[in-house]
């Protein structure tokens, strides 16, 4: 298997030559963009991983399945899925006129920056802070590592420039599709995107959801099995974004990138596949990460869709 992981990293970083890091986050524009890594994590729970693996990434968008993940245990799938639908856009992650040209004015899945808004707004929690640590706590079960934490630089970085997330909240709520308080509720979503992980905590992840919500490494179930399928599924359809189509017919496997660099992969009852690859492509993905997710996934037969 490393062997595996090696060839494919090769040929990755040529892919990742082609891409540029996100910089209009300030911080995320420090990033490496010759760095790239992969794991992957058995139904056993061993890992292997090559490259550039003590990397640590924000996990950005990927945070969106956790978020997720906790709304549908604390609020049930009826009052999430009322609230964001779950169909496939072929819009940016951060558009806003898609919500003002469809009604009802609802995002249009819990996957892109509006829709993972409101999912927040529906958590039963008191305010910012105990939102996100909810969400953090969360993140460190799927991943079994209990040291995970945020890059404070990243979250104050991303809440000082996001001024397009902004407008989607104060869009959405002056059309009746968000309650509460918006520099609140955005505080939560700037701070849970902010997590840092590495290759392996991403690839842990991945197959705690392949495994039908039990964390192979640690043994505990983290989520129903319902719920982890429930993921696979909107993965499978709006995990990258507006490249979601182009990445179901290269890879064929159910996943979440984020604009950290970071796409997280999950191939049920056989393994999480995880890379990290801070040089993106214009739609938000990582370039060397899906080059790398394509062969493996051709190699190691796990191609679902």
């Known amino acids: 298997m490393k062997d595996k992981l090696e060839s494919a ?28 890594a992969v794991a992957c994590c058995d139904m056993d729970g061993q890992i292997t991983a090559a490259g550039d693996t003590e990397t640590t990434i924000t996990i950005q968008s990927i945070s969106k399945v956790v978020s997720l ?36 004015h609802r995002p249009q899945n819990p996957l892109i920056n509006a829709g993972a808004i409101v999912v927040l707004s529906l958590l039963p929690y008191r305010d910012s802070l105990s939102r996100y640590e909810a969400v953090l706590d969360l993140t460190k079960k799927l991943c079994s590592n209990h040291s995970i934490s945020s890059n404070e630089a990243v979250y104050l970085s991303e809440k000082a420039t996001s001024d397009r997330n902004r407008s989607l909240a104060y869009f959405l709520r002056s059309v ?60 499978a359809i709006c995990g990258l974004y507006d490249g979601s189509g182009e990445f179901a017919l290269r890879v064929g496997i159910p996943a979440k990138s984020g604009v950290g660099g970071g796409i997280m992969a999950s191939a049920p009852g056989n393994m999480g596949l995880a890379t990290v690859g801070p040089s993106l492509d214009p739609k938000g993905n990582s370039t060397g990460g899906v080059r790398v997710m394509e062969i493996l996934s051709d190699q190691l037969g796990l191609r679902v869709l």
């Open 9 to 36: 990293l090769a040929k990755g970083r040529k892919a990742a030559a082609t891409g540029k890091v996100a910089d209009y986050i300030p911080e995320l524009g420090k990033a490496d963009p010759n760095a790239l």
């Open 69 to 104: 993940a906790l709304s549908m245990i604390d609020c049930g799938e009826k009052k999430v899925f009322s609230a964001v639908g779950v169909d496939p856009t072929a819009d940016p992650f951060n558009s806003i006129m898609r919500l003002e040209m469809r009604a009802p």
């Open 176 to 235: 009746g599709s968000l309650e509460g308080d918006i520099e609140d509720i955005l505080d939560s979503y700037f701070h849970q995107c902010a997590i840092a992980c590495t290759v392996r905590d991403l690839a842990v992840m991945g197959a705690t959801l392949a495994n039908s919500g039990v964390n192979p490494v640690s043994g505990e179930r983290v989520l129903s099995p319902r719920i982890a399928l429930t993921l696979r599924a909107l993965m």
